[in-house]
């Protein structure tokens, strides 16, 4: 079996307005767009610092 691509993508201000379901129709992100299609998105994901 092939192993999968993993990539973590850690920002520092990156919130739910920039994703291709996000409120923020002005914005227009063809990259993250295209990356979205091809992956898994976790919803809810937390962390232990802000």
Known sequence: MAQPNILILMVD???????????????HTPNLDLLAQRSVRFANAYTASP
């Open 13 to 27: 201000q990156l919130n739910g307005t920039l994703f291709p379901d996000g409120p923020a129709d002005w914005l």
